[in-house]
Structures are given as structure tokens and as C-alpha cells.
């Protein structure tokens, strides 16, 4: 056996972007150790499966959020079949807690 894995939030892993290259990487858990940091994906796995550990019933909620080249929000009902001129997609992950909370790690560790 190995050493225990530390709490996320006290492990020294800060939240930072992947590279925009077009290609989404789910890392594991001691590729994110190994590295020092993770994307909102890599930080809301490790924290539910961390919380699953302590009998909490947590889940991770995946959705994707659209910006115009302004930064502004464009709302998925524009966003049907082709993505606009201009828009541009990004992945958001949140960790959903059984009283209906939500704990967004990024935010904890960096974004």
C-alpha cells in the first residue's frame, strides 16, 4: 500500500485551465497529484469520490456553458445544432451535494 491520498482541498493542488487545444482530458486523480493541478472535471471527481469515502452521497453535475466574443453568456436554446459565429463553448462541473448544495472545487482552489 501506498501513502493515503490527502483531502483535496489541503493536498497543494491549485485549479488551473487546460490548454485550449480543442481536446477535453479527464486526468485521474494521481496524474492531478503528480502535476499540481486540474481542471474543473479532474478537481470534482476527486472531491466526490472523497466524499462518497465518507458515506456522503455526492454527485458531479457536467454541463456545458456558451460566451459570445464578449464574454457574455449566450443561452443553449441559441446553441442548437451549430455553434454561432463567435461563441464559444465551456465545460463547468459542480459537485451536488444530497441536501440539494453545491460546491464548486475551481472556486476553492483557484478560479
Not at 482541498?9 to 481536446?23: L, Q, R
Not at 472531491?47 to 457574455?72: H, M, P, S, T
Request: glycine content about 8%.
Amino acid at each position: 500500500m501506498g501513502k493515503p491520498i490527502p483531502p483535496l482541498y489541503s493536498s497543494g493542488v491549485d485549479y488551473e485551465p487546460e490548454p485550449n487545444d480543442g481536446f477535453e482530458e479527464f486526468a485521474d486523480l494521481l496524474t492531478v497529484m503528480r502535476r499540481r493541478w486540474g481542471d474543473c472535471d479532474d478537481l470534482c471527481a476527486w472531491r466526490v469520490a472523497e466524499l462518497q469515502e465518507q458515506g456522503v452521497n455526492a454527485d458531479v453535475r457536467l454541463y456545458w456553458r456558451y460566451f459570445d466574443e464578449d464574454g457574455k453568456r449566450v443561452p443553449e436554446s441559441v446553441v442548437v445544432r451549430r455553434m454561432p459565429p463567435g461563441v464559444k463553448m465551456m465545460m463547468h462541473c459542480e459537485v451536488r451535494l444530497p441536501d440539494g448544495k453545491i460546491e464548486d472545487p475551481s472556486r476553492f482552489l483557484g478560479l
